[in-house]
């Protein structure tokens, strides 16, 4: 038998990095996507950002982007 790498998973890590996502949200798999950076791109895609450190969701962007400067 022979083990494969799968890829990987890209999880939101929550609107202030202190709490996780509400949603339990992860970029969606595709197939063709086999490293961490196609698989970041694939998220951009459908709405993620990146903010340093952290991958946000669509729904986690739009708190993050509310939250008071501090």
């Known amino acids: ?6 890829g990987y998973e890209i999880a939101c890590d929550g609107p202030t990095g202190q709490n996780d996502c509400p949603n339990s949200a992860a970029v969606r798999p595709r197939f063709v996507s086999r490293t961490a950076a196609q698989v ?12 340093p450190g952290r991958d946000l969701c669509p729904d986690c962007t739009t708190t993050h982007r509310k939250e008071p400067t501090r």
């Open 40 to 51: 970041r791109a694939d998220g951009r895609r459908d709405g993620w950002t990146r903010q």
């Open 1 to 6: 038998m022979t083990a494969h790498h799968l």
